[in-house]
Nanobody, 119 residues
């Protein structure tokens, strides 16, 4: 099992910035993909950004140029720097780790952290 602990959510004005962190512990493998997803009220959970152990990244079109994702492999921690925040970025943000073990995919989720963008 892998445990994920998120931090950094909160209330911010439009145009502001927030940084989310997610620390993974437990049975985490050397090669994995860490990322962030979000779910707004009444909507499905959607990809925000992911990053592999090697540093390859993937972003949703809606956040490209505003959000950056990074990770510290030694600490098994992933970060999401969110700049130029918009009200439509308001959602619960979930940390995710997925990895392959013995041919089977493992998917782990954090408890979620609320991000509210409002004046």
């Amino acid at each position: 099992q892998v445990q994920l602990v998120e931090s950094g959510g909160g209330l911010v004005q439009p145009g502001g910035s927030l940084r989310l962190s997610c620390a993974a512990s437990g049975s985490i493998l050397s090669f994995n993909t860490m990322g962030w997803y979000r779910q707004a009220p009444g909507k499905q959970r959607e990809l925000v950004a992911t990053i592999t152990t090697a540093g390859s990244t993937n972003f949703a079109d809606s956040v490209k140029g505003r959000f950056t994702i990074s990770r510290d492999n030694a600490k098994n921690t992933v970060y999401l720097q969110m700049n130029s925040l918009k009200p439509e970025d308001t959602a619960v943000y979930y940390c995710n780790v997925n990895q392959w073990r013995w041919g089977r995919k493992e998917d782990y989720w954090g408890q979620g952290t609320q991000v509210t963008v409002s004046s």
